[in-house]
């Protein structure tokens, strides 16, 4: 369908995206997402806030991890996060790292897991 076929409702971007973790998971969370990849931590509204979990901004996009009771990590499913310096975040992860073998023309990349087992995509144009 063409986009100027639609009445309204036109997705403009991405908000924010989730990622999943145990609970007691946030100061691991604040260790790994704010501390090793250097995101900022931003404050969660009140009501959302009795839930559990910690908020991240990355540039103009949000990273949310949320509590799962149940958790189980995603291991295929992941957020990709667009890096200026890969080689220096790879060095600042350190052992987690490893690069892709698959390769998309004018794209360096790498994946890794957050302390909960989730698979990242970092990536590089």
């Known amino acids: 369908m063409r986009r100027d076929a639609y009445d309204g409702g036109v997705i403009v971007g991405l908000d924010h995206v989730q990622v999943a973790a145990p609970p007691g998971g946030e100061d691991e969370a604040r260790r790994f997402y704010g501390g090793t ?14 839930r559990g979990g910690v908020w991240f901004r990355a540039g ?19 957020p990709a ?12 992860i350190g052992d987690v790292a490893w690069p892709d073998p698959a390769e ?7 994946h890794c897991h ?8 970092f990536v590089e144009a």
């Open 114 to 121: 957050d302390p909960f087992g989730n698979r990242l995509e």
């Open 104 to 110: 998309i023309p004018g794209v360096r990349r790498f």
């Open 37 to 50: 990849l250097g995101l900022e931590e931003i404050a969660k509204p009140p009501l959302l806030a009795a």
């Open 60 to 78: 103009a996009h949000e990273l949310h991890v949320g509590v799962e009771q149940e958790f189980a990590p995603a291991r295929k499913a992941h």
């Open 81 to 92: 996060f667009a890096v200026a310096d890969l080689e220096a975040l790879a060095a600042r």
